[in-house]
């Protein structure tokens, strides 16, 4: 079983929709959730973590947790052309290795 | 500018060629890592230094993989006798601690490697 799990997609969702990606884990050690926005040909940047399960917002973003079942969530509201890149999760137990999921490449239509 | 800056940008090499990447931190970031991605896939963990100490090499190094970070400034990754299986990005980030384990990385915008 891979640390790590996220759907590759490609997604495509019209402008203004709400885009759901997400990603679920096997190591119960990790305790920092990340996700990261990768544009093309650029390095991945960060977009918003959490250490708790829960929800957490940052303007259209909220970063969902639930550590009972392994499995974190990042929402965007009213999608953007924009937001168009690739999202990576990411995690860490803490140390300086940090485990990053394939990606979702998502798609924002005008 | 006072990102992570990486050069070059682009290297296409043929097989069997040494090839160097430098990467620069952001200042006053002790902590210091590489990341291979391929294409479709995410960043992968080969090295981390703190400060000018190496503390971790991925088994993904191979022999043929050095990174060194003298006086814990900039860092150099050095591929010899390259194989065409090592066309990939290779991306610097470095990190200060904070509020995410060892910090939060910030990346570099990545060595793309070309082996012909």
Same mark, same amino acid.
């Given at each position: 079983q891979k640390e790590v799990e996220q759907d590759p997609g490609p997604l495509s969702v019209p402008e203004g929709a709400i885009v759901s990606l997400n990603c679920t884990y096997?190591?119960?050690?990790? %305790?920092y959730f990340m996700w990261y926005r990768q544009y093309s040909r650029k390095g991945p940047e960060l977009l918003m973590y959490t250490y708790s399960s829960g929800n957490k917002e940052d303007g259209r973003f909220t970063a969902q947790v639930d550590k009972s079942s392994k499995y974190i969530s990042l929402f965007i509201r009213d &999608? %953007?052309? &924009?937001?168009s890149a690739t999202y990576l999760c990411a995690f860490t137990s803490g140390t300086y290795k940090y485990i990053f999921g394939t990606g979702t490449r998502l798609k924002v239509l005008a | 500018d006072t990102g992570v800056s990486q050069n070059p940008r682009h290297k296409i090499t043929k097989r069997g060629q040494n090839v160097t990447f430098r990467c620069d931190p952001?200042? /006053?970031?002790n902590r210091l890592y590489w990341y291979r991605q391929t294409l479709g896939q995410g960043p992968e963990f080969l090295t981390y230094f703190q400060n000018e100490a190496q503390l971790e090499k991925s088994r993904?190094?191979?022999?043929?993989f050095s990174a060194e970070r003298p006086k814990g400034s900039f860092s150099t990754l050095e591929i010899q006798?390259? /194989?065409?299986?090592?066309?990939a990005m290779y991306l610097c980030a470095s990190s200060f601690p904070s509020g995410i384990g060892t910090g939060e990385l910030f990346f570099g915008e990545g060595s793309r490697l070309t082996v012909l």
């Amino acid at each position: 079983q891979k640390e790590v799990e996220q759907d590759p997609g490609p997604l495509s969702v019209p402008e203004g929709a709400i885009v759901s990606l997400n990603c679920t884990y096997s190591n119960s050690a990790f %305790q920092y959730f990340m996700w990261y926005r990768q544009y093309s040909r650029k390095g991945p940047e960060l977009l918003m973590y959490t250490y708790s399960s829960g929800n957490k917002e940052d303007g259209r973003f909220t970063a969902q947790v639930d550590k009972s079942s392994k499995y974190i969530s990042l929402f965007i509201r009213d &999608s %953007q052309p &924009s937001d168009s890149a690739t999202y990576l999760c990411a995690f860490t137990s803490g140390t300086y290795k940090y485990i990053f999921g394939t990606g979702t490449r998502l798609k924002v239509l005008a | 500018d006072t990102g992570v800056s990486q050069n070059p940008r682009h290297k296409i090499t043929k097989r069997g060629q040494n090839v160097t990447f430098r990467c620069d931190p952001i200042s /006053e970031h002790n902590r210091l890592y590489w990341y291979r991605q391929t294409l479709g896939q995410g960043p992968e963990f080969l090295t981390y230094f703190q400060n000018e100490a190496q503390l971790e090499k991925s088994r993904l190094l191979s022999d043929r993989f050095s990174a060194e970070r003298p006086k814990g400034s900039f860092s150099t990754l050095e591929i010899q006798r390259t /194989e065409q299986g090592d066309s990939a990005m290779y991306l610097c980030a470095s990190s200060f601690p904070s509020g995410i384990g060892t910090g939060e990385l910030f990346f570099g915008e990545g060595s793309r490697l070309t082996v012909l």
